[in-house]
């Protein structure tokens, strides 16, 4: 069956480091895959999307990489902020997106 | 107007009452789409129209639910005979293309169920 995997913990991190999530699929040919974060009562927002072509895409102070020998997405927030506290969603399409189940990041002041 | 609206926000109901959940997506937007989120988990995919026809709706549990978009803007979900495992958030999106060309989906804030 399909499966869309991220990290089942939580990250709590220190302001200014980098956090680092990840994504795994099983039974997907995603032509490509997006992040969005997700902030408590409130809808997913799009941040990012990077093709099967793609092997690394950055926006800002996030980066995604994307290798689909692994079947694996990892998404970075480098100099992290407080306000990066939020959970963050991956997603594959298969002409319809799929969502994994989200890691939530706590940045610490 | 700017963004996916979705009415209500929030809907307490009684075991066994129907309920309608109503999705206003951005304008000139052709794709929507309906998933739910319960609390830890990630939106699960419902129902997908591209203009007035419901392009895939596999996602949708059991024929209590049905979702129709008659004019090919607002949408409505639809519950019959609510049980309390129907309660979440139910999400409402919109995208200029579809899910298979990388269009990003725009969301709206949701319309949080609780059925008693």
């Known amino acids: 069956s399909q499966k869309i995997e991220q990290n089942s913990e939580a990250l709590n991190i220190q302001e200014g480091k980098t956090a680092t999530l990840t994504c795994n699929y099983t039974n997907y040919s995603p032509a490509y895959l997006q992040w969005y974060r997700q902030d408590p009562g409130r809808g997913p927002v799009f941040l990012l999307l990077?093709?099967?072509?793609?092997k690394e895409k950055r926006k800002e102070r996030l980066k995604v990489t994307f290798d689909t020998t692994l079947k694996q997405s990892l998404f970075h927030i480098t100099a992290s902020q407080p306000a990066d506290s939020a959970t963050y969603l991956c997603a594959l399409n298969d002409y319809k997106l799929s969502f994994g189940a989200g890691t939530t990041v706590t940045v610490r002041a | 107007g700017a963004g996916v609206s979705q009415t209500p926000s929030n809907k307490v109901t009684e075991k066994g009452k129907y309920v309608e959940l109503r999705c206003d997506p951005i304008s000139g937007h052709t794709a929507l789409y309906w998933y739910r989120q319960s609390l830890g988990q990630g939106p699960e995919f419902l129902i997908y129209?591209?203009?007035?026809?419901?392009?895939?709706d596999s996602g949708l549990p059991n024929d209590r639910f049905f979702a129709v978009r008659p004019e090919g803007s607002v949408s409505t979900l639809k519950i019959q005979r609510t049980e309390r495992g129907d309660s979440a958030v139910y999400l409402c999106?919109?995208?200029f293309g579809t899910g298979g060309d990388g269009g990003e989906l725009f969301f709206g804030e949701g319309s949080r169920l609780t059925v008693l």
């Open positions: 999106a919109s995208s």
């Open positions: 129209f591209q203009g007035t026809g419901a392009a895939d």
């Open positions: 990077i093709r099967e072509n793609e």
